[in-house]
C-alpha cells in the first residue's frame, strides 16, 4: 500500500501530460491553421481561441459532435467550414434552442426525430436564417433591465447574440453568398486601376469609361457591408512594428488599393465630406495594392472547398512560415496559447480534486494512511498544474492573476487550496485536502460556467486596467474571499460531520477549531489590506479614496464580519460551536460580495445581471442557511459523533 499514492499519482500525471502532444491531422490541417494569428475585441489570438469562444457562445461546448456523420468537430474545424464552405456549414445543427415558445415562433421541430435528424434541441443556420426578422423582432421587446428578464427573453437574446457571432464567422475570410472568391477577387484587382481613373475622369468633367467605372463601384458596393460590419481583424498589418489596430478585416483589406467606403458613401449621397478629403480619396483611389493575406486567404479557402487537401495544407504551411519570419512575437504567442487550450488544464485539475476529496473522505473512515497520502499527492498535483496554468494566462496578456469574474474564480480555487495544503502540512489529518478539494473543485466549476459568456482572457471592463495598485489590491483581496472560504468550509465539514456522522471526535473537532480561528486571522488581515489598496487605487485612477461603490462595500463587509467573528471570539461571547457556526456566515457574505455585488446594475464594478448565477447564488446562500440553523437548533449533545456513548 505504500507505494499506491505514488502510483496513483504517477498515472494522473501520465494521463495530463499526454493531453500536451500536438494532435496529428488525419486531412486537412486543422490545428496547424488553428495556429494563424487573429485580433478579436483587441487581442490578438490564435485562431483556435476565436473559434473555441464563439463556438462555445452559441453552443455552450467547444466542441460540435454531428450526430448525421457520427463524428466529433473541432472548434476549429467548425470555424474552418464556417469561414469557407458555409454551404455544408449551415446544415449542420449548431444552436442550441431549448425554449418550446421560441421553436413555436420560428416554427422548428419541437421533439426529436431521427429520422429527419433532429434531436429537438438543435437546429442549423438554414432552419433558423429565414426567421431572423422575427428573432430581431422579439429581442426587441425584451425589457432593457436584464434582472427582469424571462426565461423567453433571455433564450431570444441569446439566439440574437448567436446569430451574429455566425453572421460575422461567415463573413470573416470571404463575402456571403460567394461560389468562389479566388476569381471574384482577380476580377475585383483587374477591376481597380481601369475604375479609379474612369472615376477620376468623371470628377474631373472629362470623357470617361462607364464600363469600367460600373464595375469597379460593383465590387466596392457589394465588399462595403464588410467594411461596415464586427469582425475579427485576420488580416496582419504591412509592417510587424504597427500596433495591433493596425490589423485589419477583410473588409477594409479589400478597400485598401480601391475606393474607400467613404468616397462610395459620398458618391451615393450617404455622406458628406469636405473638398480637401474629397480631393485626398480621390488621390488615394486605385493607388495601392491588394495585401497578399487576401489572395492567400482566397487560396485557403478554394482549396479546402474544392476538397484540396494537399493544396490547402501546403497553403496553410507556406503562410505559417511566411507569417513567422515576419511576425515571430505574434506566432509564438499564438502556438502557446493553442497549446494552452488544447491541455484544458483547470479541466483536468477539477478532475483531480474531486477524485483528491473522495480519497480524503474516504481516510476518515478508514483511517488507512495510504488514503490519505494519494490524496495528499492528488492535489499537490493538482495544484502544480493549477499554479501554471495562471502564470501562462498571465504570461499570454501580460496581466496580473485576475481581472474578471474568470479569473477571480480560479484564482480563489488556487488560494483556497494552497491554504489547504498549508493545514494538511501542520494537522495532517486530511482535513486540509478535503478543504482543498471541496473549494478547488467549486471554484472551478463556477469558473467553466463564467467562461460561457465568451473569452476569458479579455480585458473585459474598462476600471480593471493593469497597474501597480490594482494588481496588488485585486490580488490581496482575492486572496482574503478565499481564506474566508477555507474557514467557513472547515465551519461546514464541523457540523456535517458533527450533526451525521461519528468521525469528529474531540481532537478533531478542536483541530478544526484551531484551523478556523486561525485561517480567520489571516483572512482578516489579507481582506483589510486588500480594500485599503483598492481604496489607494481609486484614488489614483478616479481621484476619490472611497465612494460606497457595492463592490466596495461588499469587501469592507467581509473584513467587519471576519473582525467581528474574532472579537466575539476574544471576548467569550461565543465557544467552539459558535465559531463554527459564525464561519459559515462568513459564506453567504463572501459569495454576495464577489458575485451579488456585480449583478446589482450599479456601481463601476458592475458586469451586468446574470439569472442563472442569480439562482446559483441564492441555492447557495440557501444551504448555508439550513447547515447554520441545523447546527444551532440541534444541541450538540444531540449531534451523532456527540452523543453518549459514539466512538
Excluded at 200 to 228: E, H, K, W
Aim: glycine share 8%; proline share 4%; hydrophobic share 50%.
Amino acid at each position: 500500500m505504500k507505494r499506491l499514492p505514488w502510483i496513483v499519482a504517477a498515472l494522473a500525471a501520465v494521463w495530463m501530460l499526454s493531453a500536451l502532444r500536438s494532435p496529428k491531422d488525419a486531412t486537412f490541417a486543422y490545428h496547424e491553421f488553428g495556429r494563424l494569428p487573429v485580433v478579436f475585441n483587441g487581442r490578438l489570438q490564435p485562431v483556435d481561441s476565436f473559434a473555441r469562444n464563439t463556438l462555445l457562445q452559441i453552443r455552450n461546448k467547444q466542441a460540435m459532435r454531428d450526430a448525421k456523420e457520427k463524428r466529433t468537430l473541432s472548434a476549429t474545424e467548425w470555424a474552418v467550414e464556417v469561414m469557407m464552405n458555409p454551404g455544408v456549414a449551415n446544415t449542420r445543427k449548431t444552436f442550441r434552442i431549448d425554449h418550446p415558445d421560441l421553436k413555436g415562433q420560428l416554427k422548428l421541430a419541437m421533439d426529436a426525430d431521427e429520422r429527419l435528424g433532429e434531436d429537438g434541441k438543435h437546429y442549423s443556420w438554414n432552419q433558423i436564417f429565414e426567421s431572423w426578422q422575427v428573432v430581431q423582432e422579439q429581442s426587441e421587446k425584451a425589457p432593457k433591465d436584464a434582472s427582469t428578464h424571462s426565461a423567453y427573453d433571455r433564450a431570444v437574446l441569446k439566439l440574437r447574440d448567436s446569430m451574429g457571432l455566425y453572421a460575422m464567422l461567415q463573413a470573416t475570410l470571404q463575402p456571403p453568398n460567394t461560389t468562389n472568391f479566388l476569381a471574384e477577387l482577380s476580377a475585383y484587382q483587374a477591376s481597380i486601376p481601369t475604375g479609379a481613373n474612369a472615376l477620376r475622369d468623371r470628377l474631373a468633367g472629362r470623357p470617361f469609361d462607364t464600363n469600367a467605372l460600373i464595375a469597379v463601384l460593383d465590387y466596392c458596393q457589394r465588399y462595403m457591408p464588410l467594411s461596415s460590419m464586427r469582425a475579427p481583424l485576420i488580416i496582419p498589418p504591412h509592417h510587424p512594428e504597427l500596433a495591433r489596430d493596425q490589423w485589419m478585416k477583410l473588409g477594409d483589406a479589400l478597400f485598401e488599393p480601391g475606393i474607400q467606403p467613404r468616397l462610395l458613401r459620398q458618391l451615393m449621397g450617404q455622406e458628406s465630406l469636405s473638398d480637401t478629403e474629397y480631393r485626398d480619396l480621390i488621390t488615394q483611389a486605385g493607388a495601392g495594392k491588394l495585401h497578399p493575406a487576401v489572395t492567400e486567404y482566397a487560396r485557403m479557402t478554394e482549396a479546402y472547398r474544392s476538397g484540396n487537401v494537399a493544396e490547402f495544407n501546403q497553403l496553410v504551411a507556406a503562410w505559417t512560415r511566411e507569417l513567422t519570419g515576419t511576425f515571430a512575437t505574434e506566432m509564438s504567442k499564438t502556438a502557446r496559447e493553442q497549446a494552452y487550450n488544447g491541455f484544458e488544464p483547470f479541466m483536468k485539475t477539477m478532475t483531480l480534486y474531486a477524485i483528491a476529496f473522495l480519497f480524503a473522505a474516504a481516510f476518515w473512515f478508514s483511517f488507512s494512511e495510504w488514503t490519505r497520502q494519494t490524496a495528499l499527492w492528488l492535489i499537490v498535483l493538482a495544484f502544480v498544474v493549477h499554479t501554471a496554468a495562471i502564470l501562462t494566462r498571465m504570461g499570454l496578456e501580460g496581466r496580473p492573476p485576475v481581472t474578471n469574474l474568470y479569473s477571480s474564480a480560479i484564482f480563489i480555487g488556487w488560494g483556497a487550496v494552497g491554504l489547504g495544503l498549508l493545514l494538511e502540512r501542520i494537522w495532517r489529518n486530511a482535513i486540509g485536502l478535503a478543504v482543498a478539494g471541496v473549494i478547488g473543485f467549486t471554484t472551478l466549476i463556477v469558473a467553466h460556467n463564467l467562461a460561457l459568456g465568451g473569452d476569458t482572457l479579455e480585458m473585459m471592463q474598462a476600471v480593471l486596467d493593469t497597474n501597480f495598485w490594482l494588481a496588488t489590491h485585486v490580488v490581496i483581496v482575492t486572496l482574503g474571499y478565499a481564506a474566508t472560504y477555507v474557514a467557513g468550509i472547515l465551519a461546514v465539514l464541523y457540523v456535517v460531520l458533527g450533526l451525521f456522522t461519528r468521525v469528529l471526535d474531540s481532537a478533531m473537532a478542536k483541530g478544526l477549531t484551531r484551523m478556523v480561528y486561525g485561517i480567520l486571522c489571516f483572512a482578516t488581515l489579507a481582506s483589510f489590506v486588500g480594500t485599503v489598496l483598492g481604496g489607494v487605487w481609486a484614488d489614483q485612477s478616479w481621484g476619490r479614496f472611497w465612494g460606497w461603490d457595492p463592490k466596495e462595500n461588499g469587501a469592507l463587509i467581509i473584513v467587519l464580519w471576519n473582525a467581528l467573528i474574532l472579537h466575539v471570539r476574544w471576548g467569550g461571547m461565543v465557544k467552539e460551536r459558535g465559531l463554527h457556526l459564525l464561519a459559515i456566515v462568513g459564506n453567504i457574505v463572501t459569495s454576495w460580495s464577489w458575485f451579488g455585488t456585480n449583478m446589482l446594475g450599479i456601481g463601476l464594478h458592475s458586469y451586468g445581471f446574470m439569472s442563472a448565477a442569480f439562482w446559483w447564488l441564492l441555492a447557495f446562500a440557501t444551504s448555508q442557511i439550513l447547515l447554520l440553523l441545523a447546527g444551532w437548533i440541534v444541541p450538540q449533545t444531540k449531534w451523532t459523533s456527540f452523543r453518549k456513548g459514539a466512538a
